[in-house]
């Protein structure tokens, strides 16, 4: 298992590209005004619009000001199923999304963390 992307939270895209990118130095990979990505190495730095009236307590991490991280495993399925028999709670069951299989799962303090495949990691096509 990798971690593969951290994900900062953010109330202005265009403010937060300017810092990450011009203040800090990372180069960004795209843009889009929900989701843009700059690389930080072998970690990619991912930027996500943080909606007015987002729920902190009931949704946990996509408040402004907040982060999280994003796990790559080589088969989610399997992962999903481990995680599921030692109890761990299910936040967003797997899916696909953009080219990549990913669920999310919430650590025993309620952070929300996502874990991912690729497609062709998991050996099919869907």
Same mark, same amino acid.
């Given at each position: 298992?990798? %971690?593969?992307?951290?994900? %900062?939270? @953010?109330?202005?895209?265009?403010?937060?590209?300017?810092?990450?990118?011009? =203040?800090?130095?990372?180069?960004?990979?795209?843009?889009?005004?929900?989701?843009?990505?700059?690389?930080?190495?072998?970690?990619?730095?991912?930027?996500?619009?943080?909606?007015?009236?987002?729920?902190?307590? !009931?949704?946990?991490?996509?408040?402004?000001?907040?982060?999280?991280?994003?796990?790559? %495993?080589?088969?989610?399925?399997?992962?999903?199923?481990?995680?599921?028999?030692?109890?761990?709670?299910? %936040?967003?069951?797997?899916?696909?999304?953009?080219?990549?299989?990913?669920?999310?799962? !919430?650590?025993?303090?309620?952070? =929300?963390?996502? @874990?991912?495949?690729?497609?062709?990691?998991?050996?099919?096509?869907?």
């Amino acid at each position: 298992m990798l %971690v593969h992307y951290a994900i %900062v939270y @953010v109330s202005d895209m265009q403010r937060a590209l300017a810092f990450y990118r011009d =203040t800090l130095g990372f180069s960004q990979r795209f843009e889009s005004p929900g989701w843009s990505e700059l690389s930080a190495g072998e970690v990619t730095l991912a930027l996500h619009k943080a909606e007015p009236g987002d729920d902190p307590p !009931a949704r946990g991490h996509l408040r402004a000001g907040t982060a999280t991280i994003g796990l790559r %495993v080589p088969d989610l399925d399997a992962f999903h199923q481990h995680m599921s028999a030692k109890g761990v709670r299910c %936040v967003q069951e797997p899916r696909d999304v953009f080219g990549t299989r990913v669920a999310q799962y !919430a650590d025993p303090d309620g952070l =929300t963390f996502s @874990v991912g495949a690729d497609h062709k990691e998991q050996g099919r096509s869907r």
